[in-house]
């Protein structure tokens, strides 16, 4: 299966070469390929839709960069998204709360919440140096208690003795009691699996959340139990307040399309995986290999992310060969140098490359403020006659607020985006003789 999906996800990245840009017409085939690609990646079917809508939006317009073709650069989009989706930036377990912070455990019996619980357990005491406590509210089975005391041992954590003829509820209370007590750091309660979403169950976990007020209520849930991952995802949602998600099974086979219908059915944070069966199978959710993992094709992925991510070489060369002979540096080119700018996308990876006066550390709003930026200047540019720009000397009064009225903005910016143009030409005239490539390749990283 892994083979078939590669190769639809090859074939789209080959069709329609020589197109410019991703439009209406030409995105629609491509897109049935990605849905394709995602169902049989077993993310649910509205999940899907919602997604390739997104998507959609996106991608059309986008500028299809150098060598690339409409198909690559819609994988990309297609890529980035839904890394964005799967991820924010949110992986740790939240502690701050007045210790013990009680952590739940939900999900459906064989998720993985006795395993996971140890799991955590251990990545708490490791990574965060802290006191552990462990106790199970399964009290339906009585091979579930005795499951956590044994895992929880190979944790190196400490577990709260229960038993089948207690309620959980008082179970839990007496936890934390001890919890309290002893200074211990965090509690992980464990609860009773369910075969299917049941009722009284949910309720259950509710009085637990209730009773326990826990920092962070995290829902197992089975990797590969693709489409169905959905439905127990959105029961779980609206019986309980969701901090978290981690997925299980990652190991197994599965394309891991439950990690992104979970993502979006709960809007929780997904913050870890399990690798395997053992005690330190856990790992940070790493959505950006996740996603690549859906779509099936890292290397092309990777690949398509370096050419947009990087500087046009074919006109950083084009540039240099005219500044190494003597040729002017003028707004055509300051043009397609900010131009180049804008196909970079996102302008923060840029900005600490570039250098001297240009590289003014910038804020993520100061970031989005310099795109808007580099749009009006390109409108000004545009608005100048062929022969202003191969001979901006040309550019007096007159002139200037014509080329302002042409643009619709003050005669100031025109000035000032003179002035920046004439620093650009005076760092140009320095590096004539090789600097320049130099200089191109840094930012291109
Ligand atoms: P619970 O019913 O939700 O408490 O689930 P368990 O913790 O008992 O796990 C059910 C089964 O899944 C056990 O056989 C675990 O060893 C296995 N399991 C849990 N997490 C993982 C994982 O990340 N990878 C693999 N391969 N197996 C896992």
């Known amino acids: 299966m892994a083979s078939a999906l590669s190769d639809r996800l090859s074939r789209i990245v080959k069709e329609m070469r020589g197109q410019a840009r991703i439009t209406e017409s030409n ?12 169902l049989e990646a077993d993310v649910a079917l509205p999940v899907v839709r919602d997604f390739i809508a997104r998507v959609k939006e996106k991608a059309l317009g986008q500028d299809v960069v150098g060598s690339l073709t409409p198909g690559q650069v819609l994988v990309s989009v297609v890529n980035r998204e839904l890394a964005a989706t799967m991820g924010d ?19 459906l ?13 251990k990545h708490l005491i490791e990574k965060r140096k802290k006191k552990v406590l462990t106790v199970s509210g399964d009290v339906y089975r009585p091979a579930a208690i005795e499951q956590l005391k044994t895992v929880t041992a190979q944790a190196g954590a400490e577990w709260f003795p229960s038993s089948p003829d207690q309620k959980p509820l008082d179970i839990a209370r007496a936890a934390l009691d001890y919890a309290k007590k002893h200074y211990v750091d965090v509690l992980l309660v464990d609860t009773a699996g369910r075969l299917a979403i049941d009722e009284a169950l949910m309720r259950e976990i509710q009085e637990l959340h209730g009773a326990l007020n826990p920092v962070e209520t995290l829902f197992v849930v089975d990797a590969m139990q693709g489409q169905d991952a959905v439905n127990t995802a959105k029961a779980f949602k609206d019986a309980l307040p969701l901090t978290g998600i981690i ?41 950006e290999r996740h996603a690549g993992r859906i ?40 043009l397609d140098q900010l131009r180049q700018m804008k196909q970079m996308g996102g302008l923060s990876s840029l900005m600490d490359k570039l250098p001297g ?38 550019i007096k009064a007159t002139r200037k607020r014509r080329i302002a009225a042409g643009a619709g903005v003050h005669v100031q910016e025109v000035n000032r985006l003179l002035k920046e143009f004439e620093q650009m030409q005076g760092m140009m005239k320095k590096m004539k003789g090789g600097g320049l490539m130099k200089m191109m390749k840094r930012m291109g990283g």
């Not at 299980?248 to 395997?276: E, N």
């Not at 500044?323 to 002017?328: A, Q, R, Y």
């Open 357 to 394: 006066n240009l590289a003014a550390k910038a804020s993520e709003a100061d970031l989005s403020r310099a795109e808007k930026d580099i749009k009006r200047k390109e409108g000004i540019i545009c608005s100048m006659t062929p022969k202003e720009r191969s001979k901006p000397d040309l």
């Open 295 to 334: 779509l099936g094709m890292g290397d092309i992925v990777a690949l398509v992310e370096q050419v947009t991510a990087g500087v046009d070489m074919a006109a950083a060369q084009k540039l240099a060969a005219k500044v190494k002979s003597g040729g002017d540096f003028d707004l055509n080119d300051f």
């Open 89 to 107: 930036g949110v992986s740790d377990i939240n502690l701050a709360a007045q210790p013990p912070a009680v952590i739940l455990m939900a999900g």
């Open 109 to 121: 019996q064989g998720a993985g919440k006795t395993t996971t619980t140890a799991k955590l357990a």
């Open 27 to 38: 995105v629609t085939d491509m897109l049935r390929e990605v849905r394709m690609a995602l």
């Open 247 to 287: 997925l299980t099974k990652m190991d197994g086979d599965s394309r891991g399309g439950a990690a992104l219908s979970v993502r979006q059915v709960t809007g929780a944070p997904i913050k870890f995986a399990g690798v395997s069966e053992k005690i330190d199978g856990l790992e940070v959710f790493d959505a």
